[in-house]
């Protein structure tokens, strides 16, 4: 790609996105509703980058958007960013890896996301026991019924409160740098932060972010979608409660410490933080509306006469992600034919209680939740990593804002604040924070938090991928309409009901958190090509054959699964998508598209058929 073609490409967009959406985001524009005592402006003091970026309309030579999407993974009380993205309504921006959930045990860093953590929705269903798993488990299926509006009104559900939508634009020289390496598809830049004077506050994290894909995501030519299910991560949130009183404190720490700050860390002068704990942000809002346009503008040929099967994992962020999910959907379709009748949506919510089965949240495995050899690992794996280049980033700190006498932990918290503050802004608009720290040291960020995923709940972890089992076999039942066949985490309850688990649909949508789909993605084998990772030394993502924390799970990240009918085939093929990148699916002999017959990826799915290792689960 030569930067001759720049401006006819970004002229093309341009064009494409006014005629598509242009409406649309006119109608959203008109509905803002600021949260109480907000101004609708700057959500936090951090050297005046929350301010509103005009986009210059001209689509002039290298302005391009340049976006980055913060990933946050984080876990109440465990102590535990993206890459170049593409979406069906958007351009490509270049994103960040984000905060990383560590397996279980303290180390310095960033929260978890927590699947069970403290901010639960109170259930007043009754527990129902169905007997016992493997050497005496218990094995609660809680009936669940379907909530139309899930703590909220109606009105409060269809009307988001929203600061209008901006266009973040990069001068002349940024597009010149960024595009040839979105174009190369240099997989391993994940955390591509460019200098802080060129940035500032004219470079903001795009809401709209995917990965670009090696194999093409469009349908292919004689083929017809005839199936589609969505697993989502909920949108970009706030700390948790615990992180927040954390992160305060390293700042008031810095803050006693230093008398006066100058250069790039003068903001921290006057820095106050605005973090809030545990639910969305207004940034992550917006995510999740753009997914469920994204979704609609995907699949629109299968949504004309249907609407989703929702569910969501009972955690407040979650369910309220699937509600602005469905809000982007419903409006887009509204847009471009008639309104449903039957919206809001119902929502399936699953609780996360103790003892619930619920396949969109971990908790049931008790040797997983509470053997030290199981639940440390990923935490073990990413110490070691930070030895190998923390220290000396403490020291670049200390030395450049002595007497802070900032600790190791104190270094993780300052750069955990970069993608929190970040997603903090309605707009996100990238905080000054990130300016803080080269490049180099944020690509081992990135890949300290791709530890903590890979051996916290991938396939590093002997009883990471059992527990994305039930999933597993829950997809297998809606592609094939037959029966579940599960014995792991699985609420039959819920799963022998035609109401609550229908067969017959072509569209499904689950929402839940970063671990269980990491799990999720580890029990279907779709990261089979990645080698153990090195916890002592830093590898690429073409190295790791495509596994990234920022590639996977990141804030509002989502795997696309889809059937399709195509001229010439005797049977259904199959494809993946994640966040935008197929996969090849060489587990079952995946073509040139990424595509395999629906029976041979049925049949690579053995070790969700078998219950993985849940057996290990109750032993001990």
Same mark, same amino acid.
């Given at each position: 790609?030569?930067?001759?073609?720049?401006?006819?490409?970004?002229?093309? +967009?341009?064009?494409?996105?006014?005629?598509?959406?242009?409406?649309?985001?006119?109608?959203?524009?008109? *509905?803002?509703?600021?949260?109480?005592?907000?101004?609708?402006?700057?959500?936090?003091?951090?050297?005046?980058?929350?301010?509103?970026?005009?986009?210059?309309?001209?689509?002039?030579?290298?302005?391009?958007?340049?976006?980055?999407?913060?990933?946050?993974?984080?876990?109440?009380?465990?102590?535990?960013?993206?890459?170049?993205?593409?979406?069906?309504?958007?351009?490509?921006?270049?994103?960040?890896?984000?905060?990383?959930?560590?397996?279980?045990?303290?180390?310095?860093?960033?929260?978890?996301?927590?699947?069970?953590?403290?901010?639960?929705?109170?259930?007043?269903?009754?527990?129902?026991?169905?007997? *016992?798993?493997?050497?005496?488990?218990?094995?609660?299926?809680?009936?669940?019924?379907?909530?139309?509006?899930?703590?909220?009104?109606?009105?409060?559900?269809?009307?988001?409160?929203?600061?209008?939508?901006?266009?973040?634009?990069?001068?002349?020289?940024?597009?010149?740098?960024?595009?040839?390496?979105?174009?190369?598809?240099?997989?391993?830049?994940?955390?591509?932060?460019?200098?802080?004077?060129?940035?500032?506050?004219?470079?903001?994290?795009?809401?709209?972010?995917?990965?670009?894909?090696?194999?093409?995501?469009?349908?292919?030519?004689?083929?017809?979608?005839?199936?589609?299910?969505?697993?989502?991560?909920?949108?970009?949130?706030?700390?948790?409660?615990?992180?927040?009183?954390?992160?305060?404190?390293?700042?008031?720490?810095?803050?006693?410490?230093?008398? *006066?700050?100058?250069?790039?860390?003068?903001?921290?002068?006057?820095?106050?933080?605005?973090?809030?704990?545990? *639910?969305?942000?207004?940034?992550?809002?917006?995510?999740?509306?753009?997914?469920?346009?994204?979704?609609?503008?995907?699949?629109?040929?299968?949504?004309?006469?249907?609407?989703?099967?929702?569910?969501?994992?009972?955690?407040?962020?979650?369910?309220?992600?699937?509600?602005?999910?469905?809000?982007?959907?419903?409006?887009?379709?509204?847009?471009?034919?008639?309104?449903?009748?039957?919206?809001?949506?119902?929502?399936?919510?699953?609780?996360?209680?103790?003892?619930?089965?619920?396949?969109?949240?971990?908790?049931?495995?008790?040797?997983?939740?509470?053997?030290?050899?199981?639940?440390?690992?990923?935490?073990?794996?990413?110490?070691?990593?930070?030895?190998?280049?923390?220290?000396?980033?403490?020291?670049?700190?200390?030395?450049?804002?002595?007497?802070?006498?900032?600790?190791?932990?104190?270094?993780?918290?300052?750069?955990?604040?970069?993608?929190?503050?970040?997603?903090?802004?309605?707009?996100?608009?990238?905080?000054?924070?990130?300016?803080?720290?080269?490049?180099?040291?944020?690509?081992?960020?990135?890949?300290?938090?791709?530890?903590?995923?890979? +051996?916290?709940?991938?396939?590093?972890?002997?009883?990471?991928?059992?527990?994305?089992?039930?999933?597993?076999?829950?997809?297998?039942?809606?592609?094939?309409?037959?029966?579940?066949?599960?014995?792991?985490?699985?609420?039959?309850?819920?799963?022998?009901?035609?109401?609550?688990?229908?067969?017959?649909?072509?569209?499904?949508?689950?929402?839940?958190?970063?671990?269980?789909?990491?799990?999720?993605?580890?029990?279907?084998?779709?990261?089979?090509?990645?080698?153990?990772?090195?916890?002592?030394?830093?590898?690429?993502?073409?190295?790791?054959?495509?596994?990234?924390?920022?590639?996977?799970?990141?804030?509002?990240?989502?795997?696309?699964?889809?059937?399709?009918?195509?001229?010439?085939?005797?049977?259904?093929?199959?494809?993946?998508?994640?966040?935008?990148?197929?996969?090849?699916?060489?587990?079952?002999?995946?073509?040139?598209?990424?595509?395999?017959?629906?029976?041979?990826?049925?049949?690579?799915?053995?070790?969700?058929?078998?219950?993985?290792?849940?057996?290990?689960?109750?032993?001990?």
């Amino acid at each position: 790609m030569t930067l001759a073609t720049l401006p006819y490409m970004r002229a093309m +967009y341009n064009g494409l996105r006014k005629k598509l959406f242009d409406k649309l985001e006119k109608k959203w524009a008109r *509905q803002i509703q600021p949260r109480g005592g907000e101004d609708g402006g700057n959500a936090d003091n951090d050297g005046g980058q929350d301010q509103a970026l005009a986009d210059d309309g001209q689509g002039g030579i290298m302005n391009f958007e340049l976006g980055v999407e913060l990933e946050i993974i984080e876990e109440e009380e465990v102590p535990a960013v993206p890459e170049q993205q593409h979406d069906v309504v958007d351009q490509a921006p270049i994103g960040i890896a984000g905060i990383g959930d560590l397996a279980q045990e303290p180390a310095p860093g960033a929260d978890q996301e927590g699947n069970r953590g403290d901010a639960l929705d109170p259930n007043p269903l009754q527990q129902e026991n169905h007997g *016992q798993g493997p050497a005496g488990a218990p094995n609660h299926d809680a009936p669940v019924a379907q909530n139309q509006n899930p703590g909220l009104p109606a009105e409060q559900h269809r009307v988001v409160r929203l600061v209008p939508l901006v266009s973040a634009v990069v001068h002349t020289m940024m597009g010149a740098l960024a595009f040839p390496a979105v174009a190369a598809g240099m997989g391993d830049l994940i955390l591509l932060f460019l200098p802080s004077s060129s940035l500032q506050s004219q470079t903001c994290v795009d809401e709209r972010d995917g990965v670009p894909s090696d194999i093409p995501d469009l349908v292919p030519p004689n083929c017809k979608v005839t199936f589609a299910q969505i697993l989502s991560r909920h949108g970009a949130r706030h700390p948790t409660s615990s992180k927040t009183k954390i992160y305060g404190s390293t700042i008031q720490k810095l803050q006693d410490n230093v008398q *006066q700050f100058s250069g790039k860390y003068s903001f921290l002068n006057n820095f106050t933080s605005s973090l809030d704990a545990d *639910q969305l942000t207004v940034f992550g809002e917006r995510q999740m509306i753009h997914s469920g346009i994204a979704f609609y503008s995907r699949y629109k040929n299968l949504a004309k006469q249907r609407i989703p099967f929702i569910r969501a994992s009972g955690e407040a962020r979650v369910v309220q992600s699937a509600q602005n999910f469905s809000q982007g959907f419903h409006d887009a379709k509204s847009t471009a034919q008639k309104a449903d009748i039957d919206y809001p949506y119902p929502i399936l919510e699953i609780p996360e209680g103790d003892g619930y089965n619920n396949t969109l949240n971990h908790g049931l495995c008790r040797t997983f939740e509470e053997s030290q050899p199981y639940h440390s690992i990923g935490s073990r794996a990413q110490q070691t990593f930070l030895e190998t280049f923390l220290p000396a980033v403490t020291d670049r700190l200390n030395a450049d804002l002595a007497p802070a006498n900032l600790s190791a932990s104190d270094t993780v918290n300052i750069m955990d604040l970069c993608p929190f503050t970040t997603v903090a802004s309605p707009i996100g608009a990238i905080s000054s924070f990130c300016d803080l720290f080269t490049d180099d040291e944020w690509h081992h960020y990135d890949y300290y938090q791709t530890l903590g995923k890979y +051996y916290g709940y991938g396939p590093g972890n002997p009883l990471g991928p059992s527990q994305g089992v039930g999933f597993a076999n829950e997809l297998v039942a809606r592609m094939t309409e037959r029966p579940v066949d599960d014995h792991t985490s699985v609420n039959h309850t819920l799963d022998y009901n035609a109401i609550t688990f229908p067969l017959n649909q072509a569209l499904y949508v689950d929402v839940s958190h970063d671990n269980d789909m990491t799990a999720i993605f580890s029990a279907m084998g779709l990261y089979n090509r990645t080698r153990a990772l090195c916890n002592t030394s830093i590898e690429t993502t073409w190295q790791t054959r495509g596994y990234s924390a920022a590639w996977t799970v990141p804030f509002a990240g989502r795997a696309y699964f889809e059937k399709m009918e195509c001229r010439g085939e005797k049977e259904e093929l199959v494809r993946i998508i994640v966040n935008d990148r197929v996969l090849p699916l060489e587990t079952c002999g995946g073509d040139a598209l990424g595509r395999c017959t629906l029976s041979k990826f049925v049949g690579s799915l053995s070790f969700a058929a078998g219950g993985g290792k849940w057996d290990m689960c109750f032993t001990g």
